[in-house]
């Protein structure tokens, strides 16, 4: 990746990934996404793919929150409220066009989302009747959701004040998917660094959702957000393979993020929702594990 001398352009060469990511950002800079625009692309003398897109700035919305740390890890509330702003942005656009939703369709994106396929594989233990009956709960209650085009994997680091980057993950996701979770997934972190968000502020970014989605389409997009959260658990998951018991770093944080989709699931199956606040931290986790607490 090449930025200008000014900065306010970046030039990336790839192959068919990011000519595929160029193409979709273009539609969706059409659609007024919050997105770069594609200002040029072509073919190196040496056959790569190029394209040149605007910058949106330098600094993402975790940049912001990490630099404003001071000895805590409470989220700054400008960075909290503007991720909330960008959000109603994106969530705006996306209910503009709306995709009707399909049950094969529903079921593609839980497994792209989730990356079902590799949890199952890693975790056969997790891979029976009662997860699958809960998953398919969550899919018949999103059922009437509308669709749009989607991130896939939005969050922080991917938001700056401008808008948003790095869409080379899209797809068709449920209206609301993209955006709801951003600062419950903070606590999938297991909060031993970095920074956390305080009910106030996760309340006052629903509560901009909601009155965005209201405006759009007449629905509450915070109903769902359980569902999503189940989803977001499988997707977490997916990031932390097992490996040998040895490596006690690596071990421990699979170990970790089992607990959480399983405390996930069972919130989701006797509530239909999913509270983050009552996740253990890592440390505290780590803690009962050393005394026999947890598998």
Known sequence: MYVSADRTRYRRTGGAELQSKAEFQRRIANLNYPVPHVLEEGVTDDGHYYVVEESLGDETL???????????????????????????????????????????????????????????QENPDLDNTRTHVVLDHALDRLGTVPLVWG???????????????????????????????????????????????GPGQRRRYLAALD????????????????????????????????????????HLKWQYRRHLFTKGLEQYE????????LFPGLEDFAAGHSAGDHP
């Open 62 to 120: 975790h940049d912001r929150a990490v630099a404003s740390l001071d000895g805590g890890r409470d989220l700054a509330d400008d960075v909290a409220d503007t991720a909330a702003q960008v959000a109603a942005r994106l969530l705006r656009a996306q209910a503009a066009h709306l995709v009707q939703p399909t049950a094969s369709a529903l079921r593609q994106w839980l497994d792209s989302a989730g990356f079902t396929q590799n949890v199952f």
């Open 151 to 197: 991130h896939l994997d939005y969050g922080l680091p991917n938001v700056l004040s401008a808008g948003v980057i790095d869409w080379q993950h899209h797809g068709l996701v449920p209206l609301g998917y993209d955006v709801l979770p951003a600062l419950e997934i903070i606590a999938f972190k297991g909060g031993n660094k970095g920074y956390t968000a």
């Open 211 to 250: 009155d965005a989605s209201l405006n759009a389409t007449g629905q509450s997009a915070s109903q769902n957000l359980g569902a999503y959260l189940l989803v977001k658990a499988l997707f977490f998951l997916a990031l932390m393979r097992p490996t040998d018991p040895s490596r006690t770093d690596k």
């Open 270 to 277: 006797r509530t239909g929702t999913v509270d983050t606040a």
